[in-house]
């Protein structure tokens, strides 16, 4: 029988956990202060865990660092690869002695992570067979296998159906020389074409293997922690994934190099089993919805939101929604399960942008109905922003600035863009030499796209003030007169950087407008003590004319 070992490595640059950056959340440890570790339940694993189970014997365990770095109460560590060595020689996994290894790499920053995670894996358990797979391994390979000599084979998209066959197969070599979802440096070396082996019925795959990890370790530092919703809601939430693929073809995205542009779905009758399941054996109150385009069928969406009301469970969409999709009736029914929050990838606030870079199938005035659509119904809008990709311009941005000036949205996202592996926008960037940093590991913190019109620098500070001007000096709960509201963003800000004295100066300026005169005093003194004392916040009080607080 295979005994399996799945391993997540940190989604986190060693430096940026260490030494986080001006913008990044921050958590306080005995040994000082690191940067945050976002901790969701990896799907792809569980799922394949649930698929060869029901299909063959093996043993599965799981080992995910993002998990390891958020409980350690001291880190002494030089390294991540030193903290790897110590936890993978513990007897828990020496003696459970796997078969196979199986590294697990989603997002860019886990790149170098992922490559000392094999070189420890490889010395520890030097006869088990050594795995990668996830979008990154898919997408860089070739860099994968010129960087390290101790993976045996990598996955290209989607492993279900091809890793129950390398598990079953007697000759494993063989397998892997003939399997075309499998990737060997032989075969990289060749040049040949690897395809995708998916499956097309997703209910073969069975309820997800929650029993390999356990659902309290991902609930503290979870994706709803990010957002300013109830903590008991926070703690309920539980992930479902009824649909894999987009058709889409935003520049930006890099999804459809694991799933493909084809939707596959659950059936509504697995959806409905699995959203008991998760409520009765999980006890979840939110579903979280992790699919790439839930509504690309607009019926099913009504009928995923009937059950969602049945079962009397909540919902959110971390992925966010389609919003071309989301008319009126949409929202309703969302907001008819408790649903009050949406994340909205608008990504850009310029038309131009949207249908010439980014290739996204949404105009300005959709976005405009949408906003005002949530507000009626009471739903907070939580928009996400791009900018400094290849091509737009400086002017571009002052667009799009200008547009989201004028969206009542809770809050906004502003991030750079990041040239993810497998996208569109990385190959433009590599074709036109725009790429000024490591794109191979890009946190999604730094930017690192310089063109003729901006420079990286020039994106981080424009994506820092716009970020500043839009959730702060013009925050839409505060100029609406919902202080209340307004402050619940400013207290989760506070959460995050407890140094962040716009959130302060703000917030102080809410318990005014609400006659809470001692709360006033006590955020207008840390406010100016923050001011006093930083050079960094007190260069952008005068930036933006802040008065003093009197
Ligand atoms: C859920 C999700 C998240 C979750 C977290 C997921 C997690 N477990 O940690 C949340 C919402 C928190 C999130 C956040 C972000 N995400 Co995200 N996310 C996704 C999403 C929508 C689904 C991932 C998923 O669960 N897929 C379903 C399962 C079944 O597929 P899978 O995980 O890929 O696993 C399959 C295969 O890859 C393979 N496989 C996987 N592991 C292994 C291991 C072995 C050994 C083998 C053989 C095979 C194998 O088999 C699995 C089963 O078929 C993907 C898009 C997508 N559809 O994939 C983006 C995606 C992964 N996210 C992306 C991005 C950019 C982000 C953010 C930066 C967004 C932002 N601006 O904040 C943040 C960064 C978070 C961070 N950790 O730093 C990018 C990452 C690209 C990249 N190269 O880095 C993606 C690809 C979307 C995109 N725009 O292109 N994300």
Redesign the pocket.
């Known amino acids: 029988m295979e005994r399996i070992l ?1 391993i997540v490595p940190p ?2 640059k060693f430096e940026s956990f260490v030494r986080p950056a001006f913008n990044e959340r921050v958590v306080q440890k005995r040994t000082g202060n690191y940067g945050s570790v ?1 901790t ?6 569980i ?2 865990s649930a698929y060869l189970k029901k299909n063959a014997p093996v043993e599965v365990r799981l080992l995910d660092f993002n998990v390891v770095l958020n409980k350690i109460e001291s880190f002494n560590y030089n390294s991540f690869a030193e903290l790897f060595f110590e936890t993978l020689s513990a007897p828990e996994w020496k003696d459970f002695a796997p078969t196979m290894v ?3 790499a ?4 886990a790149y170098y992570n992922m490559l000392d995670l094999a070189a420890t894996a490889r010395k520890i358990f030097p006869a088990s067979m050594l ?6 391994p ?1 997408n860089m390979y070739r860099e994968m296998f010129k960087a390290s000599d101790c993976f045996d084979a990598i ?1 290209y ?4 159906k091809p ?1 129950l066959a390398l598990v079953k197969a007697g000759d494993k070599k063989a397998l892997l020389r003939n399997h075309l979802s499998w990737i060997t440096r032989e075969k990289a070396e060749n040049n040949q074409m690897f395809q995708f082996d998916f499956i097309e019925d997703l209910d073969e795959i069975p309820f997800y293997d929650f029993s390999i990890l356990n659902a309290d370790d991902y609930r503290e530092h979870s ?1 709803l922690g990010l957002f300013p919703l109830e903590k008991e809601r926070q703690k309920k939430g539980m992930p479902i ?1 009824t649909s ?1 693929g987009c058709p889409h073809k935003c520049c ?4 459809h190099t ?2 493909g542009r084809v939707v596959r779905f659950h059936s509504l009758k697995r959806v409905r089993e699995d959203l008991m399941r998760l409520r009765d054996e999980y006890g979840a109150q939110t579903a979280v919805f ?1 699919d ?1 385009h839930l509504l690309v069928n607009r019926h099913r969406a009504f009928e995923i939101v009937n059950i969602l009301n049945e079962l009397k469970l909540t919902s959110f969409f ?2 966010s929604l389609a919003l071309y999709a989301l008319d009126y009736k949409m929202l309703e029914a969302l907001k008819s399960t408790g649903m009050d929050n949406l994340i909205l990838s608008v990504e850009s606030g310029s038309e131009r942008v949207l249908r010439e870079i980014m290739h996204k199938p949404l105009n300005l005035s959709i976005v405009s109905r949408v906003l005002r659509d949530c507000r009626a119904l009471g739903i907070a809008s939580d928009v ?1 922003i791009l900018i400094g990709l290849p091509g737009e311009t400086k002017q571009d941005i002052e667009d799009a600035l200008a547009f989201l000036k004028t969206l009542n949205a809770s809050w906004f996202r502003i ?1 750079m863009a ?1 040239p ?4 569109e926008m990385l190959d433009t960037c590599l074709q036109k030499n725009f790429i000024k940093g490591d794109y191979m590991s890009c946190d ?1 913190k730094r930017a690192v796209i310089g063109t003729d019109d901006f420079t990286p620098e020039y994106i981080q500070e424009k994506a820092y003030t716009m970020n500043l001007e839009l959730n702060f000096a013009l925050n839409t709960e505060f100029r609406l007169g919902n202080y209340a509201t307004a402050l619940k963003g400013f207290a989760n800000t506070i959460q995050a950087r407890d140094d962040h004295a716009f959130a302060y100066y703000f917030a102080a300026k809410c318990y005014k407008m609400m006659n809470q005169a001692d709360k006033y005093d006590e955020y207008r003194s840390k406010y100016n003590a923050i001011v006093s004392q930083s050079a960094f916040w007190k260069k952008y009080a005068e930036q933006f004319a802040l008065a003093p607080l009197v």
């Open positions: 799945f989604y986190i976002l969701e339940m990896p799907i792809g694993l799922s394949l199986g590294i697990s989603l997002f860019a920053p795995m990668a797979g996830g979008g990154v898919t996955c998209g989607e492993a279900e890793l994706l994934m894999r930006f995205c890099a999804s694991v799933h992790f790439d971390p992925s996400s991030s990041t993810l592996v497998g996208s999604f």
